[in-house]
């Protein structure tokens, strides 16, 4: 039997003959307004920016950043990019112009899209949604790689994720939509930003799997949960801080999420009340946990009823082989921490990196991306942290995401990062820094927040000292700058006075 690949443009351009006036795209403005996109309009107005591209020099293997806000301008521009054989690049448009220049240098594109002014030309995509239908046929171009993807780590130094391959997919038996438990009419919710490699990445396979997709102008927790009733979704894309502040809000107890047929959560490790919170609402069989990284080395799955019989794991691998090493790179046996080595389909990560060294890749194809963790005797992984972030203290090893499970349990605050810092006896010591809900008593919360872990942890992993900031310091995707966090307050301690 043949399988007939399509590009997305073409998958697209056949749902729009059959459903023109279908809306596919919503995007729900913090104000109240929302602005949509029929299949029709996404098939011209993609048409009609893909042959500017085109006609800009763009070919394959092209890298052409998205400089936008999450809106569907931004979708309507990833999907035009494919159609002109480039590749899409994600970026926040609030990098700082710095940030923003490294990634351009490793790019190298011919031209960006956005709605500020650069060096290099510019198209904006609103200059093109009412030209309508384009008179000649699309030059036919398959994209290569996918996507590139800025990397989500704490170093500072430019780095992007090429995801390598050709751009086809099969309409009738698409491999990760099926995975992902999409279905044809599902509409998908991403609060996130589609700079983000979950919330971009999964709404384009929602397109590939014939469904619409929801998005918002900023993630808001009251509002987000307003929009699950308002829209009904059938999917939700979080990851889990929104998790946190969905359960903390008020209305969270009467809210209907009857609509929601599979919430996926990925992108971080889930403190256990979280996942217990959702759970209780939804039923495990409809709360599914993702690990994987956007270099695609390595993929498993737990859902909730999985999980409360094996609390703590994401899953097993799907198409996805384990290993657990050692320093000197020696297997470990089951239920020991060590490094993380996957290999994916028995190949290398399709993948490759600009501004950085490849991934290690040792016993033929194994590789990590500095996740450490352990496997059960029954094939279920567990998550300790990210080699980077582990810290020894007094010679024990103390794993971050272990005490911020701890510390996010607390009704008063809204998230944490646990850092080590220098100490002349300990080597590093346990620091805490936390992000309270609101002003209140700071002595006090500190005090209960160390309560709290002298009752659930051992007492080295106690923090030694905890401070509380008005807002914790997130890079591009989203995630908290431990690295940042730590150096900045070795340099204080270790200034000259």
């Not at 590139?148 to 090429?162: E, F, M």
């Not at 998550?383 to 995401?401: E, H, K, Q, V, Y």
């Not at 990062?417 to 309270?436: K, S």
Request: charged letters at 25%; glycine letters at 8%; hydrophobic letters at 40%.
């Amino acid at each position: 039997m043949t399988v007939l690949m399509k590009t997305l443009g073409g998958i697209l351009d056949a749902l729009a003959e059959s459903q023109p006036h279908e809306i596919l795209l919503t995007t729900a403005m913090n104000s109240g307004a929302e602005e949509t996109v029929t299949r029709d309009e996404l098939r011209h107005w993609s048409n009609q920016l893909a042959l500017t591209l085109i006609d800009h020099g763009v070919k394959p293997g092209d890298l052409i950043p998205i400089h936008l806000p999450t809106c569907n301008q931004f979708l309507v521009s990833a999907v035009a990019i494919l159609k002109a054989g480039g590749t899409p690049m994600p970026v926040s448009n609030r990098l700082p112009e710095s940030e923003l220049a490294g990634l351009i240098t490793l790019a190298k594109p011919p031209l960006m899209i956005s709605k500020q002014h650069f060096d290099q030309p510019t198209l904006d995509p609103d200059d093109f949604r009412d030209r309508g239908p384009i008179t000649e046929p699309l030059p036919a171009r398959i994209s290569n790689p996918i996507k590139a993807l800025a990397s989500g780590g704490s170093t500072g130094k430019p780095k992007l994720i090429l995801t390598t391959g050709d751009a086809l997919f099969d309409p009738q038996n698409p491999v990760i939509p099926q995975l992902m438990r999409f279905e044809p009419g599902d509409l998908k919710y991403s609060p996130g930003p589609l700079y983000h490699n979950g919330p971009f990445w999964f709404s384009l396979n929602m397109l590939i799997r014939g469904g619409r997709v929801l998005l918002n102008e900023r993630f808001n927790a009251a509002r987000c949960l307003e929009l699950v009733e308002k829209y009904r979704p059938t999917v939700l894309n979080l990851v889990p801080t929104m998790m946190q502040r969905m359960l903390r809000d008020p209305n969270w107890p009467t809210m209907k999420l009857d609509s929601v047929r599979v919430v996926w959560h990925l992108a971080a490790p889930c403190p256990a009340w979280a996942k217990e919170g959702f759970i209780e609402k939804l039923g495990g069989n409809r709360v599914l946990e993702l690990w994987a990284a956007t270099e695609a080395n390595g993929l498993t799955i737990i859902d909730g009823n999985e999980w409360l019989q094996h609390k703590g794991s994401v899953g097993k691998g799907i198409g996805t082989e384990i290993l657990i090493l050692d320093e000197q790179r020696e297997p470990l046996p089951n239920g020991e921490v060590g490094e993380i080595f996957t290999r994916i389909a028995g190949a290398p990560p399709p993948c490759e990196y600009l501004g950085s060294n490849p991934l290690e890749n040792l016993r033929e194809g194994f590789t990590s991306v500095g996740d450490l963790g352990w496997v059960d005797d029954e094939g279920y992984l567990y998550l300790a942290d990210r080699r980077t972030d582990l810290i020894i203290s007094g010679g024990s090893n103390i794993f971050p995401a272990e005490v911020e499970a701890v510390i996010t349990q607390h009704p008063k605050v809204r998230d944490a990062a646990v850092i080590g810092l220098e100490d002349d006896d300990l080597g590093r010591r346990v620091h805490a820094v936390v992000e309270p809900i609101s002003d209140g008593n700071a002595e006090a919360l500190s005090l209960e927040l160390l309560d709290l872990c002298r009752e659930q942890l051992l007492s080295y992993k106690v923090p030694r000292t905890i401070e509380l900031v008005e807002t914790l310091p997130r890079n591009e995707a989203g995630k908290i700058r431990r690295t940042w966090l730590r150096d900045q307050r070795d340099e204080s301690t270790n200034a000259p006075t």
